[in-house]
């Protein structure tokens, strides 16, 4: 079994930081690719930022503003979120694409962490 759990998150006024952290446990073989997810009420769940061995992506929308990391060595991974806006209050998800013991490979979530950020 694999375990995502999320840590971070909080409220914020606009132009303030945050940083939103993941671990990955249980049976892990590899993690092929990390990222963040979120969800504003009302709103389709879309991508923030996904990183793999080779390349590392961030939405439009937090180009400049966020940066995701990862540490192999730990199974962690982070969200390094500057310069908040109002409009990036949501739900945020960690999410994985693993590849475990068994030799399979699923997709992981968290459970989410809200971010809320004041005008």
């Known amino acids: 079994q694999v375990q995502l759990v999320e840590s971070g998150g909080g409220l914020v006024q606009a132009g303030g930081s945050l940083r939103l952290s993941c671990a990955a446990s249980g049976s892990i073989l590899k993690i092929n690719a990390m990222g963040w997810y979120r969800q504003a009420p009302g709103k389709q769940r879309e991508l923030v930022a996904s990183?793999?061995?080779?390349?590392?992506n961030h939405a439009d929308s937090v180009k400049g503003r966020f940066t995701i990391s990862r540490d192999n060595a730990k199974n962690t991974w982070s969200l390094e979120m500057n310069s908040l806006k109002p409009e990036d209050t949501a739900v945020y998800y960690c999410h994985a694409r693993i590849l475990s013991l068994r030799g399979t490979s699923s997709d992981y979530w968290g459970r989410g962490t809200q971010v809320t950020v004041s005008s």
């Open positions: 990183i793999t061995t080779v390349s590392t």
